[in-house]
């Protein structure tokens, strides 16, 4: 027996009909594979499924015991990615399939004592089905935050931005470079469009006591539109 509609459905749902594994679209090609084989036991329901693309499909698939190479799916290690991509999905039930973009900062490590620096991190993977030709990342920092970049890079807005009861310091990189399919970019890090900003206890504290938000918007030339935030207090481990 396969998977009943209902618990299929339910899993490409959840899934975005992206895999699990590599985080590829799948669209037609996706696989609602079963993580214990029907063969030994697994059962047809939803705790028991996993979307797979067909190239990760057959590396879970097939593996061959009389001549181990390589490294092979456990029952355990395919829950563990099911569960922290629909768990990244259901925390973004707006974000684009085809859209693969990763934002996160890289502490200084010559930062210590009472002060320290961060290195902004942006990356895009066109996971899409076209290429894209250019985008642009706008960056919104509480106002409370120093931020320092390359002002040939990135351009300011000369006055604050109000969003809510917040005002935001709002920066914006842009390319029009073409982005192809299956390639991934750095838009910033520490070496290539270096954006940090700075931390000490008063902030810190101040940080744990007001709703400080980090928040961006991402465009690409045939991709709807990222906005996303991310509480202040997971942008640096002071």
């Not at 991509?85 to 039930?93: A, S």
């Not at 902004?120 to 899409?128: G, H, I, K, P």
Request: charged share 20%; with cysteine; net charge negative.
């Amino acid at each position: 027996m396969s998977f009943p509609n209902t618990i299929r459905e339910d899993a490409l749902v959840r899934s975005h009909r992206r895999c699990c594994v590599c985080h590829d679209f799948a669209g037609r090609n996706a696989n609602v594979h079963h993580i214990i084989q029907q063969a030994h036991g697994g059962p047809d329901d939803l705790a028991n499924a996993i979307v797979l693309c067909l190239r990760c499909h057959a590396e879970a698939g097939h593996y061959n015991p009389a001549h181990p190479l390589g490294t092979k799916y456990s029952p355990a290690e395919l829950c563990r990615h099911r569960d922290q991509w629909w768990e990244h999905c259901e925390k973004r039930p707006e974000e684009p399939v085809g859209c693969g973009l990763e934002i996160g900062h890289v502490r200084d490590p010559s930062s210590n004592g009472d002060v320290h620096t961060y290195w902004l991190t942006a990356s895009f993977v066109n996971d899409s089905p076209t290429k894209q030709e250019g985008y642009t990342l706008e960056l919104f920092f509480p106002v409370q935050i120093p931020v320092q970049y390359v002002t040939d890079v990135y351009q300011k807005e000369p006055n604050p931005v109000t969003i809510g009861e917040c005002l935001f310091l709002k920066l914006y990189t842009e390319s029009r470079d073409t982005i192809y399919r299956g390639q991934t970019i750095q838009i910033v890090d520490q070496h290539r469009r270096p954006l940090s900003y700075t931390m000490n206890h008063a902030l810190y504290h101040a940080a744990h006591g007001d709703p400080w938000q980090f928040r961006w918007n991402f465009y690409a030339d045939n991709l709807p539109a990222v906005r996303d935030a991310m509480p202040w207090i997971k942008m640096h481990a002071f």
